[in-house]
């Protein structure tokens, strides 16, 4: 009995003295201004101590804050369809990687957020290697490329009608135009991820491949189209009904035929994932 008492006192002095998560020195919080179906522009840029962030969803807000994947977040509808701008200072002597757990401490004081933890059975793609050679080519070293300098991170995406470009940070990107998907310097982690974006449910990863990659595969028109209106669902921009109807009736054919060409599978089935499940969460931020 002393010895679990004892254990437990232990156990509670440490809970105590846990270093409460880092803060953003001073924040501004605004609602984006609205965004059409035209044009979408975000990112996230640190350039040492300064965070400026734009028209993220709070979905990403979450993701980024929690480092969890999209697929992961289980909460009320507007967590796509409302975004904010984020400008922000970091304290002396912080670093980029902390800016996730300060933009926790900015949703617990900013957004009232509670949520807790959970596994669920979902649906997923599962995106593995298929039958045999893989036609893939591992990215090659670049000499001549520019390193970024220490404490800064750029993350960039620009999405219209014309097609999607998204700068991954550290010479990683890729772009899908005209029905044409190219990617250059991404890890199969990564890849699986943004695909999700143009799907109707989460790709996991399950290839076992540890390397960066630069690939292409092309889809058809029509499943390009489909594929960009479900990116734009996934990114919170409302459709009219007949554009919906057009990404309902549509497939993904043609995408699971280009990964199947470079020697990549890519099939459905259930999987149990760990989901972050958002009990409270206040629609508009306290004031600045």
Request: aromatic share 6%; with cysteine.
């Amino acid at each position: 009995m002393k010895t679990i008492l004892l254990t437990a006192i232990c156990a509670s002095v440490v809970l105590a003295q846990a270093p409460p998560n880092p803060r953003f020195e001073v924040a501004s919080v605004r609602p984006s201004p609205p965004i059409g179906t035209e044009r979408v522009d975000a990112g996230v840029h640190v350039d040492g101590a300064q965070v400026r962030i734009v028209a993220l969803p709070m979905r990403d807000y979450i993701v980024r804050a929690y480092r969890v994947k999209l697929y992961q977040v289980a909460g009320p509808e507007w967590l796509t369809s409302e975004r904010f701008d984020v400008n922000a200072k970091m304290p002396a002597g912080s670093t980029p990687e902390q800016v996730p757990e300060m933009l926790q401490s900015l949703l617990e004081e900013r957004f009232q957020i509670k949520l807790h933890r959970e596994k669920k059975e979902l649906p997923v793609y599962a995106l593995s290697i298929g039958k045999p050679p893989l036609k893939i080519q591992e990215s090659a070293p670049d000499p001549n490329a520019l390193v970024e300098n220490k404490g800064t991170a750029n993350v960039t995406a620009t999405g219209g009608a014309d097609g999607v470009s998204v700068d991954l940070g550290n010479g990683s990107y890729y772009t899908f135009i005209n029905g044409k998907f190219e990617v250059k310097k991404v890890t199969m982690d990564m890849l699986a991820r943004q695909l999700g974006r143009y799907v109707d449910r989460p790709i996991l990863d399950m290839t076992d491949l540890k390397g960066s990659y630069d690939l292409t595969f092309s889809v058809t028109q029509e499943d390009y189209q489909t594929m960009l209106i479900r990116a734009g669902v996934n990114a919170g921009i409302m459709f009219p009904p007949q554009v919906l109807q057009f990404m309902d009736n549509g497939s993904i054919a043609s995408l699971v035929d280009g990964l199947q060409q470079l020697g990549l599978k890519m099939d459905a089935r259930k999987a149990p994932l760990d989901v972050l499940v958002i009990d409270q969460l206040s629609k508009t931020p306290t004031e600045n």
